[in-house]
Nanobody, 124 residues
Framework: QVQLVESGGGSVQAGGSLRLSCAAS????????MAWFRQATGKEREGVAS????????YYADSVKGRFTISRDNAKNTVDLQMNDLNSEDTAMYYC?????????????????WGQGTQVTVSS
């Protein structure tokens, strides 16, 4: 069982930046897929970015390419999401997810473990 704890959310003006961090434990250094998802009020949970902790392979949603960067620090067991040039469409609860079964990285149903979420609010 992988335990995940997110941090770093908050409120920011449009055009600003935030960095989210996900501290993971319980996977005993094996390589796994991890991801950040978000869910805005009244909308479905959507994949934002994903990374393989082994090779560092990354995927991004089209809506965040060029603005967000996902990274991992295997020594600290953390996966971060650097978010730049934020806009109101980025306002959502952001969740860290881990240990994908093998399906599409954008399918939240494929992930076995979830954090509690951290709120990001962007004001224009």
């Amino acid at each position: 069982q992988v335990q995940l704890v997110e941090s770093g959310g908050g409120s920011v003006q449009a055009g600003g930046s935030l960095r989210l961090s996900c501290a993971a434990s319980g996977y005993y250094s094996r390589s796994i897929w991890m991801a950040w998802f978000r869910q805005a009020t009244g909308k479905e949970r959507e994949g934002v970015a994903s990374i393989y902790t082994g090779y560092g392979t990354t995927y991004y949603a089209d809506s965040v390419k060029g603005r967000f960067t996902i990274s991992r620090d295997n020594a600290k067991n953390t996966v971060d999401l650097q978010m730049n040039d934020l806009n109101s469409e980025d306002t959502a609860m952001y969740y860290c997810a881990a240990d994908r079964n093998g399906g599409m990285w954008t399918r939240w149903q494929e992930y076995k473990n979830w954090g509690q979420g951290t709120q990001v609010t962007v004001s224009s």
